[in-house]
């Protein structure tokens, strides 16, 4: 019996190591939250600012809402992930471009088709559960993701030019930090640095996720204007990515 009593202890004092000494910093709501008739922790929606360094971002990823241990003077903790969204285009080198000459014209002069599977990597100290990514993207990082497509070039007349074809992709860049809520005062506030083990890691974590949303573009490249060509029959923009 003196055993079991002693192993949950070593349980619940484990546990409750987690953000032991944690230096928290009280804030106003309206800082951290956006307007919400909700008032309960696990309901109200963070905005996308970093209170840390006082940066605000494009998007916002909230993770589960967990129970505090009793030692703590808050309620309840989860992490929140703020983030931008870049916007990557990277040439698909190993297909070949195709090149029209100035008498050339079709909507359908070429075309590529391309498969194949592609790596998802999360940079973070945390997992994908734990941060609260959703479950298809937690999935494509685990697995990775298929693309499969194909797509046509259009020559203009009057034009000598290369088409190249290009992955597009978006990078999700940000932080992730600890936040916290009293729920007797209706108090909202966010760790500055976590204690117990965590006190050694680099806070706020960093985070990144590539290869979301992943496209399939072409970009031209005008080599020479010949006599033939009509500025008004052309509907590519030089040197920007177009869809066929």
């Known amino acids: 019996m003196k055993l079991a009593l002693l192993f949950l202890t070593l349980v619940n004092y484990s546990f409750s190591m987690e953000f032991e000494d944690a230096d928290v910093v009280e804030v106003p709501k309206y800082l951290l939250f956006e307007q919400s008739r909700t008032k309960s922790f696990p309901s109200v929606a963070p905005s996308a600012y970093d209170p840390i360094n006082r940066e ?53 002069m070429a075309q590529w088709g391309e498969s194949r599977s592609i790596k998802v ?3 973070s100290t945390l997992s994908a559960e734990v941060l609260g990514i959703g479950g298809s993207v937690a999935m494509s990082i685990e697995a990775g ?50 204690g ?14 590539n290869n979301q ?16 060509y009509d500025p008004s029959a052309d509907k590519v923009e030089e040197a920007a990515l177009y869809i066929r």
């Open 213 to 228: 949303n992943v496209g399939f573009a072409v970009k031209r490249e005008t080599i020479k204007i010949c006599d033939n």
């Open 121 to 123: 990597s999360l940079t």
């Open 56 to 108: 605000s971002y494009q998007k916002v990823i909230v993770g589960k809402a967990q129970k505090a241990s009793f030692l703590q003077d808050y309620d309840y903790w989860r992490y929140v992930t703020v983030y931008n969204v870049v916007k990557e285009q990277e040439r698909v080198a190993y297909l070949p471009y195709f090149e029209e000459s100035c008498h050339d014209s079709s909507f359908f």
């Open 145 to 194: 993701v298929t693309f499969s497509t194909s797509r046509r070039v259009q020559a203009t007349l009057g034009l000598q030019a290369k088409h190249y074809p290009y992955k597009l992709s978006e990078k999700y860049v940000g932080i992730t930090y600890i936040q916290v809520y009293t729920e007797d005062e209706n108090q909202f506030g966010y760790v500055t640095k976590p």
């Open 196 to 209: 117990g083990f965590d006190r050694f890691k680099e806070y706020p974590y960093d985070f990144e996720l």
